[in-house]
Every structure is written in C-alpha cells, then in structure tokens.
C-alpha cells in the first residue's frame, strides 16, 4: 500500500498554478497596520483580510500568511483594547504589491493612519497613508 504525500508544512504556501511555493520565489515580507480607532468600517468576519488576499493571488503579487488585533497603551482601567489590525503578506514582488495594495486599501475602507511596512536594503519602511494621499518609503 503507498501512502499519500505529507501535507505541506504550514508555513510554506501551498503550490498551485501561478502561485510558486518556494521560499526565493518571494520577494518581501510586507505587513499592513489598519488603525482600529479611527476605522471606519466594521469586519467582524475578516472578509478585508480575504479580499486582500484573493487580490494578491489573482495579480500572482503574493498572499496574506496571517492578521490579528495588535493592542494598545493601557487605559486607566488597566484594559489594553485593539489599536490595530495586522494583516502579514508573502510578497512574491514587493513593489507591485505595495502599488496594489495602496489603491486597494482605501476600497476597504482603510482609514488615514493605515501604513504598509516592508524592508528594502536593509532598511526598514512604511507608505502611510495621509489626508493628501500616500507617503512612500519613509524611514521608520
């Protein structure tokens, strides 16, 4: 009796057609901040994260890894709420994804203080999105 292959490891994306899963086949690691505070649409069901994610795939630009609620400074209370969201993303082209993901961002109802935050050279950046549009490649 042969037994089937292993499931591949989670951390290693699964292969399909357009979507290579080998580690040099990407480019970056980039990940998004949404501001919760200032949010202006409520995703209880994560479906931002998901629309994300089929963009990347569909554009062969990459796919999220994962996303969660990062928390804030302690209130007098002593609870610390949700400050942000943040969505990781396997880029298989930083630059085209960073594009896409600026003019995608807004649609779902990102907010001013939404910033994207990657490493080019060794340094490490973020585009923020400002009232006047985005600021790219600012040293953080």
Known sequence: MVNPPAPAPHSVPVPSPGHPALPEAITGF???KIPLARRDVQDP???REDT???ML????????VGWGDSLGERRPDGLRPPAYIRIDINAYDLHAARSALRALLPTLGAPVGTEIHYTLAGHHLQDIARETGWQLEQIV
Do not use: C, Y
């Not at 795939?57 to 999220?64: H, K, N, P, T, Y």
């Open 30 to 32: 980039l990940f998004v």
């Open 57 to 64: 795939r569909s554009q062969d630009l990459g796919l999220v």
């Open 45 to 47: 069901m994560h479906q």
């Open 52 to 54: 994300i994610d089929q």
